[in-house]
């Protein structure tokens, strides 16, 4: 009898504490089966606008939101401006009643691909029953720049001001967000609730107070005759096109293993996921001998496979080309990969880390622009045996040239120069009996500028 009162209290003692936990979503496929409305849909209800909010379904991570350290799902929700002002709710689990003072912590991922709105709009917030009001609202807006934005934060009601941040935000590039509302409510029943916005904190331990990016003290937010009670999306008119992922909101007072409020609140919103099998310090992509090279450093690895580099045209759809072993030290090290034969325009790229286990994190994406230099150019045959490969071109500008050929490591195996008078050119040239089975880059150049750049296959 007593083992079995003493298994009813564990019982009670672990649900209250996972009931501050108030909500997450990962938009798993379990739940959503297939592209379409978030309506009706784990709990979101979808109301107002002219067309619900979407959710984008995949099978794999291929255009997934993906931050290292933070566990998200492969699907996601469209926050469009072209749905017309629809909005989305979902109840918590426990709803937070009007005499608790406390703290919320709440964390999503975002990405946004495209915005215009200069003046801003909100996409998140947490809402009260009855949608009287909203607090933790969380702001986007287009800079003077084609391609960045500010992010801002507004305590709660529509007359508060909004904070926006001093730095500025790149589209296509996922961001952690994560909020901080803390609930001062005054002995009249009106208090000033404080908040905080943190862009990609470290999970570790609960960020501090002084690290925040952006900080609103001391207006009015949460009110003792509301109850907050709803994870609140919000598509409007104005809003450009965005997507978020992996919304988790919990709420903190104190429990008997941790302080209260905002210790408790981020405890309980557990926002650091399983322990990674590496964790990064720099990534970086950038322009390098006519290819691109992406470098990296590992602060710490454990039990790690390989990282797989993956290149996109779009941001969304990648591929593997290639990959690096890991040396698994306990030191810092540094890697680095060269891309020989890079799209023309855009190129993107991001790093798969791999654990013997075969599971596998993703970094931030990065973005190379390489102008379109090899219009106009025919490069044959494709593949190359017998080790004779030709270019031609029905026009090319007179002036003194320099023919090179590099391997998929970055490595020049074969240089050339040539004058050129003007007009159609063919080229034939014989590589070296040392150049073996691989990917190669030939490369046309006329005083250091890149006149032609196309790969090709040595079999």
């Not at 947490?126 to 909203?134: I, K, P, V």
């Not at 589209?171 to 029943?189: K, Q």
């Not at 994406?365 to 030709?390: C, D, Y």
């Not at 034939?428 to 790969?455: D, F, H, I, R």
């Amino acid at each position: 009898m007593k083992k079995f009162y003493l298994s009813i209290l564990t019982f009670v003692i672990v649900a209250s504490a996972n009931a501050q936990l108030k909500l997450t979503e990962q938009f798993a496929n379990a739940t959503f089966t297939t592209s379409g409305s978030i309506n009706g849909i784990n709990g979101w209800s979808s109301s107002v606008g002219t067309t619900d909010l979407q959710v984008s379904y995949r099978t794999n991570n291929t255009g997934a939101l993906v931050y290292p350290g933070y566990t998200s799902g492969n699907s996601s929700v469209n926050v469009n401006g072209a749905y017309n002002g629809t909005i989305a709710a979902k109840s918590f689990n426990v709803a937070v009643n009007s005499t608790a003072v406390g703290t919320f912590f709440s964390s999503f991922v975002f990405n946004a691909s495209a915005f215009t709105n200069t003046t801003g709009d909100y996409c998140f917030a947490l809402q009260t029953n009855g949608a009287t009001n909203r607090i933790s609202r969380f702001y986007v807006r287009k800079t003077s720049a084609s391609a960045t934005m500010q992010f801002g934060i507004r305590i709660g009601g529509n007359a508060g001001t909004i904070t926006w941040t001093a730095g500025t935000y790149s589209l296509n590039t996922t961001y952690l967000i994560v909020l901080r509302e803390d609930i001062n409510r005054g002995a009249t029943g009106t208090g000033n609730d404080n908040m905080y916005l943190w862009v990609n904190p470290a999970l570790v331990s609960e960020p501090a107070i002084g690290s925040a990016t952006l900080t609103q003290t001391g207006s009015v937010g949460y009110r003792n005759t509301e109850t907050i009670a709803q994870a609140y999306l919000r598509a409007g008119n104005t809003f450009g096109t965005a997507q978020i992922d992996a919304i988790k909101v919990a709420y903190g007072t104190g429990q008997a293993s941790v302080a209260a409020n905002g210790s408790a609140a981020w405890s309980n919103l557990g926002a650091q996921g399983a322990p990674l099998p590496v964790k990064l310090g720099t990534v970086s992509a950038f322009a390098k001998n006519n290819g691109v090279s992406v470098e990296w450093t590992a602060l710490t690895e454990l039990s790690l496979s390989k990282y797989v580099v993956e290149r996109s045209q779009d941001g969304l759809n990648f591929t593997a080309i290639g990959s690096v072993t890991a040396r698994n030290s306990t030191d810092v090290t540094s890697y680095t990969f060269f891309d020989a034969a890079p799209a023309t325009g855009n190129n993107y790229y991001r790093l798969k880390s791999v654990d013997i286990d075969a599971k596998f994190t993703y970094s931030s994406i990065m973005k190379v622009n390489l102008e379109n230099v090899s219009a106009g150019f025919t490069l044959f045959p494709n593949p190359v045996r017998g080790g004779s490969v030709s270019f031609q071109s029905a026009e090319l500008a007179k002036g003194s040239y320099t023919v090179k050929v590099i391997s998929v490591s970055g490595q020049q195996v074969y240089a050339q120069q040539f004058n050129h008078n003007g007009g159609a050119v063919s080229q034939s040239l014989q590589l070296p009996q040392s150049v073996k089975t691989g990917v190669y880059t030939l490369l046309l150049e006329n005083a250091g500028t890149k006149v032609m750049n196309k790969s090709f296959i040595v079999q």
